[in-house]
């Protein structure tokens, strides 16, 4: 069983069914619990999946996952030790043999059963995501939205995978083309979106006949958990998904295995170059869908409201910690004077734990971003900028822990700045 906990109310996952059980009062954190704080790190361990079963690791090695509004323990994520890994792509080489060979109407029938069970289940998954993610609970719910779109889609697989033909390409001979699965495939996954990108990933893998393991974010792995749960519910044979936890090594592990046949990754530009990198030089498809940094242009006969509407929420929402975050926006010509309305619209954005109603905004991911983002801010004034609303030294009450800036926006930064040519990740 693996729990997740937030201040009111508690999800128990079992091996069959996700189940709400009664609130659990006075309870706000796994530090808060009547046991020691010893004993509850104990409890709250995420486990691997191998082969169907979910497996607490024998590493030695474990990383403390914090709720970024409070910065307090939720659960252990383990760095699976080599010999779990191995048995996680072993798992999914002999699940092959059998799943390939499933017809195509059955794979189809387990995607449909498990896009019930994410509508069934998309509270608890947003609670979920919000707790270990630390956005609002209104962006965690349209993670998974985009991510269920994906599993719909995987349902018409009985039309995605027909073949084509061509009679008579020349004199007595004849064409066709079928689409087959290519055996083990993996997924590497960022923080921002724990329900959206892996469901990007392992839905279509196994619905095509392939099978599947998947190494979440170690940052907030709990919902590709309990999507696996689902996934299992729904008739996902043994062996069909697995699940490895870690950070370099078990990349490494992946790029290097040659028994995987394809990498799927989503995440930055560092990561995402030495994984199509070393991934291709092991002959392996590798698809990776690296960072952005995103512009806007907005021209003066553009329609005002809906322009800076719009410039909020490509800016702030989801803390800013979004590929396609908006965060740079060059106005021209008259447009320069809304700035001081964008500004004021900024300043009303609540800033809260995601979790509180009519937050705006959540805390970034860890105390690090944190740091890095105030640094960037720092460093635009330094070289220049003016800085009408600064996000810095926020303090949200009853969260005076957490990791957050409030939105910040800077008016006529010079075409030098450097935070105008990188990638940030945040609220800027």
Same mark, same amino acid.
């Given at each position: 069983q693996h729990y997740y906990i937030t201040n009111n109310f508690e999800t128990m996952l079992?091996?069959?069914?996700?189940? !709400?059980?009664?609130?659990?009062?006075?309870?706000?954190?796994?530090?808060?619990?009547? @046991?020691?704080? &010893?004993?509850a790190t104990e409890?709250?361990? @995420?486990?691997?999946?191998?082969?169907?079963e979910f497996v607490e690791s024998s590493t030695s090695e474990w990383i403390d996952l914090l709720n970024p509004a409070t910065n307090e323990l939720v659960t252990r994520v383990p760095k699976s030790t080599p010999e779990e890994m191995q048995a996680a792509v072993d798992a999914a080489k002999a699940a092959f043999k059998t799943w390939s060979q499933t017809s195509v109407m059955s794979r189809q029938g387990v995607m449909f059963k498990f896009q019930h069970l994410i509508k069934e289940n998309m509270a608890e998954l947003s609670k979920n995501i919000t707790l270990e993610q630390g956005k609002?609970?209104?962006?965690?719910?349209?993670?998974?939205?985009?991510?269920?779109?994906?599993?719909?889609?995987?349902?018409?697989? @009985?039309?995605?995978?027909?073949?084509?033909?061509?009679?008579?390409?020349?004199?007595?001979?004849?064409?066709?083309?079928? +689409?087959?699965?290519?055996g083990v495939c993996a997924g590497i996954t960022p923080f921002n979106f724990p329900a959206m990108i892996p469901l990007w990933m392992f839905p279509l893998a196994?619905?095509?006949?392939?099978?599947y393991v998947l190494k979440p974010s170690e940052r907030d792995p709990g919902a590709a958990m309990m999507l696996a749960e689902m996934a299992i519910e729904a008739g996902l044979p043994k062996g069909v998904l697995n699940i490895i936890h870690g950070t370099?090594?078990?990349?490494?592990?992946?790029?290097?295995?040659?028994?995987?046949?394809?990498?799927?990754?989503?995440?930055?530009?560092?990561?995402?170059?030495?994984?199509? *990198?070393?991934?291709?030089?092991?002959?392996k498809r590798v698809?990776?869908?690296?960072?952005? !940094?995103?512009?806007?242009?907005?021209?003066?006969? /553009?329609?005002?409201?809906?322009?800076?509407?719009?410039?909020?929420?490509a800016a702030f929402g989801a803390?800013?910690?979004?590929?396609?975050?908006?965060?740079?926006?060059?106005?021209?010509?008259? /447009?320069?004077?809304?700035?001081?309305?964008?500004?004021?619209? /900024?300043?009303?954005?609540?800033?809260?734990?995601?979790?509180?109603?009519? &937050?705006?905004?959540?805390?970034?991911?860890?105390? *690090?971003?944190?740091?890095?983002? *105030? +640094?960037?801010?720092?460093?635009?004034?330094?070289?220049?900028?003016?800085?009408?609303?600064?996000?810095?030294?926020?303090?949200?009450?009853?969260? *005076?822990?957490?990791?957050?800036?409030?939105?910040?926006?800077?008016a006529r930064s010079p075409l030098t700045w450097s935070a105008i040519r990188r990638k940030y990740s945040g609220p800027f």
């Open positions: 079992t091996h069959k069914v996700l189940t !709400k059980i009664a609130p659990l009062q006075g309870l706000r954190c796994l530090s808060m619990a009547s @046991t020691s704080p &010893a004993a409890m709250y361990k @995420t486990k691997n999946l191998i082969n169907g609002t609970l209104v962006d965690a719910e349209g993670d998974v939205i985009r991510g269920l779109q994906i599993v719909e889609h995987a349902c018409s697989v @009985t039309s995605l995978q027909m073949g084509e033909t061509m009679p008579s390409v020349t004199k007595d001979m004849d064409t066709y083309s079928i +689409r087959a699965p290519l196994n619905v095509c006949g392939n099978t370099h090594d078990s990349v490494n592990f992946i790029c290097d295995n040659p028994d995987i046949k394809a990498i799927s990754f989503v995440g930055s530009n560092q990561a995402g170059t030495h994984i199509y *990198e070393r991934g291709s030089k092991n002959g698809q990776a869908n690296m960072a952005a !940094k995103n512009h806007g242009v907005i021209l003066p006969d /553009a329609n005002k409201e809906n322009t800076l509407n719009q410039l909020v929420g803390a800013g910690q979004r590929c396609m975050a908006l965060s740079v926006a060059v106005m021209v010509g008259e /447009a320069k004077n809304w700035i001081p309305e964008l500004v004021e619209r /900024a300043q009303k954005l609540k800033v809260s734990a995601g979790d509180q109603p009519g &937050a705006d905004l959540g805390p970034v991911i860890s105390p *690090e971003s944190r740091a890095r983002i *105030e +640094r960037l801010i720092q460093s635009g004034v330094d070289e220049g900028a003016e800085l009408p609303l600064d996000g810095r030294n926020i303090e949200v009450p009853g969260y *005076e822990q957490g990791n957050f800036v409030d939105p910040p926006s800077s």
